[in-house]
């Protein structure tokens, strides 16, 4: 439900955490000033959804911190006919937020429970536009490639080849790259059969399982 202390928190959260530290994507900013964080957390978690943390969403994954969430999206650099591809649904928060900017979002979460729980949250706030996959992401998803942007909220030890070859020419490309413990954000811009990489800051995500991504054994 939506009170007043949560709409007070999500402006705190937007003017103390993300504008504060230098985010200034207009778009991203009046999304994550309107989309219910609180909603794609358990209950009992509620009073730290706008928290300065990632959160834990059951099945030991987590929702992002709202600043990386952010930032990540602000690299994407999205336009509003844009089709996205995400790879890691986890609760459905960034994918959310994409839908606010985007024109059409493809979300792949492998834990089908996950899944589950993301789509009837993202229906219940009305993102028509984004569709939950069950499936491993490290893969992509060919089928409705290419995608103008792709952002990749797990951690790969690289870029999986699958998505590199799934991104639209021109097309931006963020993930957490490097070990399985800390990464740092990449974003990579497809020129051609060129890549542009870009290294921005460290980050600690959770690893992404699969078969281009960490054996999950
Ligand atoms: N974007 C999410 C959100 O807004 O809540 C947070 C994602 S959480 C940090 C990482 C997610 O990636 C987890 O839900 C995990 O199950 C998922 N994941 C890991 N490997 C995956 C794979 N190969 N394919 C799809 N999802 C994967």
Do not use: C
Not at 87 to 96: C, E, F, L, N, V
Not at 103 to 115: G, H
Request: hydrophobic share 40%.
């Amino acid at each position: 439900m939506e009170t007043e202390e949560n709409q007070q928190a999500r402006l705190r959260m937007v003017s103390q955490q993300l504008e504060y530290r230098g985010i200034v994507d207009r778009g991203v900013l009046e999304a994550m000033g309107s989309i219910p964080r609180h909603r794609f957390v358990d209950p009992g978690l509620v009073s730290q959804a706008y928290h300065d943390t990632p959160l834990p969403i059951g099945h030991s994954q987590t929702i992002s911190q709202p600043y990386i969430v952010a930032l990540m999206t602000q690299l994407l650099q999205l336009q509003p006919d844009n089709t996205v591809l995400e790879i890691g649904t986890g609760s459905g928060y960034q994918a959310a937020v994409l839908s606010a900017l985007a024109a059409q979002i493809y979300s792949v979460e492998r834990i089908p429970e996950l899944a589950d729980s993301a789509r009837k949250v993202l229906a219940e706030i009305g993102a028509d536009n984004v569709q939950v996959i069950l499936g491993d992401g490290s893969i992509g998803l060919e089928k409705y490639a290419p995608y103008d942007t792709i952002i990749v909220t797990a951690a790969a030890p690289g870029v999986p080849e699958p998505l590199k070859s799934q991104l639209a020419e021109g097309g931006r490309l963020v993930i957490p790259a490097g070990g399985r413990g800390t990464q740092y954000l990449e974003r990579w811009t497809r020129e051609g059969d060129r890549f542009h990489l870009e290294r921005m800051v460290p980050v600690a995500f959770v690893p992404l399982l699969g078969e281009f991504g960490w054996p999950s054994a």
